[in-house]
């Protein structure tokens, strides 16, 4: 029987969840931008400064983005490790299989490479999780851990009563109550939480979430911690859930491309079919809301402005976008 963590499908995360797959939705059908390698660099840079932000973590996003371009930084020794691990983690977060236990375990080795003695392995010991000087949870035994984290990856794969979505606020919220290291929980299960997203959606790969974790980062443990007292983490669901939210909206606020004029549709196409050749059929397929005339006056206009060049006669004409 498959194991299935604690929570309830209440209104709110059912609204929650409409909401956030109609913003995933409006992105697959809205005219975005391709995130140029910058803008998914920078949105790394972001995501990589406010997850260790939150767990105490000094350096700044300018410090953070020296460190990205391998430059040299005044700051703490370990932070800068800090940095220096999590980019290498990003580096590879393709290629992580969310279902997969030893990535995990691996993930973990990366991001706390020299950072504790037990880097890639369960803890071994019991801990407590602090709020200042007061123990505000205290974790299953080191003895359990390994079983729990099997049944909560026993869930992830084979539990198909629940979406990806869910999943991944539900894997985020029990790995921090399992607490299944010594060291760098709260950061793999934020980082984890990505990567099962990106099972739900590509945009998850670059959409930097943790930043609007660490905006409400208060909210973020008081929420963690009446879970813990509940028994559930229906609460972090729907705190998680609209952080995602908030987050798709900011996305599709700067990648949003407005194609309403000849110039705008041909500069939109530029970033669909940079360096090919394409026909008037080809324009068509990426503005499906113009009509034949309007696309040959597009390219006409185009190849006046000299922005296109031609090759062919009639319907066999193709163009391509000169450099």
């Not at 003695?117 to 123990?135: L, M, T």
Request: aromatic share 10%; charged share 25%; proline share 3%.
């Amino acid at each position: 029987m498959i194991y299935k963590p604690p929570f309830e499908l209440n209104s709110k995360i059912f609204q929650l969840s409409q909401d956030v797959s109609k913003e995933i939705g409006m992105l697959a059908g809205a005219k975005l931008d391709i995130p140029s390698v910058k803008l998914r660099r920078m949105n790394n840079i972001r995501t990589i400064q406010a997850s260790l932000a939150i767990e105490g973590n000094t350096l700044s996003l300018d410090q953070v983005t020296h460190i990205f371009d391998g430059k040299q930084i005044i700051g703490p020794k370990k932070d800068i490790l800090e940095v220096q691990n999590a980019i290498s983690v990003y580096e590879k977060l393709k290629s992580f299989n969310c279902v997969e236990i030893n990535d995990f375990l691996e993930a973990h080795s990366i991001l706390m490479s020299n950072l504790t003695k037990n880097a890639g392995s369960w803890r071994n010991s019991g801990v407590g999780v602090f709020k200042g000087k007061i123990v505000a949870n205290m974790p299953p035994p080191a003895k359990r851990v390994p079983n729990l984290m099997r049944d909560l990856f026993d869930f992830l794969k084979n539990d198909e009563s629940v979406g990806w979505l869910l999943k991944g606020c539900i894997f985020h919220y029990e790995l921090e109550f399992i607490h299944p290291f010594t060291d760098g929980n709260g950061r793999m299960g934020r980082l984890w939480q990505q990567i099962i997203l990106m099972k739900e959606d590509e945009v998850f790969a670059f959409l930097p979430v943790e930043e609007m974790i660490k905006k409400n980062q208060d909210v973020y443990y008081n929420v963690l911690s009446e879970c813990d007292q509940e028994g559930s983490s229906t609460k972090f669901i729907e705190f998680s859930l609209a952080q995602i939210l908030v987050a798709l909206k900011d996305y599709r606020s700067i990648t949003y491309v407005d194609a309403r004029d000849m110039k705008s549709r041909l500069k939109y196409a530029f970033l669909k079919m940079e360096n090919i050749w394409f026909s008037r059929k080809d324009y068509m397929s990426i503005h499906r809301d113009i009509s034949t005339s309007t696309a040959s006056r597009d390219l006409t206009y185009g190849l006046g402005e000299k922005t296109l060049q031609s090759k062919g006669e009639k319907n066999q004409t193709m163009y391509r976008f000169c450099n």
